[in-house]
């Protein structure tokens, strides 16, 4: 059956989308082709698996703060790879974004793999 994507959200600081996006696509074994132009409250990412399905990962602003606010807001993630989905890679991409946005939740930096 079709997987139509996966979603889901986080607790998070809107500025550190970025960072967890490069995070997320080398834990998932993927590389952003393209990052569309930023859209107020939205960021969409052109990816690339290494079975060679293309896909889009997108970050969401759903809490009521405001990007250039660095006080934690509801961040919505989705992920999809190919035409049909590949469930297991975009839930991989999710929550490796998911725990990266988790860890750099209200500090400047973390190194990457230091348990929070």
Do not use: N
Request: glycine share 8%; no cysteine.
């Amino acid at each position: 059956m079709p997987s139509h994507g996966t979603s889901i959200t986080v607790s998070a600081d809107w500025d550190d989308v970025d960072a967890a996006v490069a995070y997320a696509v080398r834990q998932a074994e993927t590389a952003v082709l393209h990052e569309e132009p930023p859209e107020p409250g939205r960021r969409v990412y052109r990816i690339k698996s290494v079975g060679d399905e293309e896909g889009t990962l997108v970050a969401s602003l759903e809490g009521t703060t405001a990007e250039t606010d660095h006080s934690p807001t509801t961040i919505g993630l989705y992920a999809k790879i190919g035409a049909f989905g590949d469930p297991e890679l975009e839930r991989r991409l999710v929550r490796a974004m998911k725990r990266r946005l988790e860890q750099l939740k209200g500090v400047e930096w973390r190194w990457i793999g230091e348990e929070f």
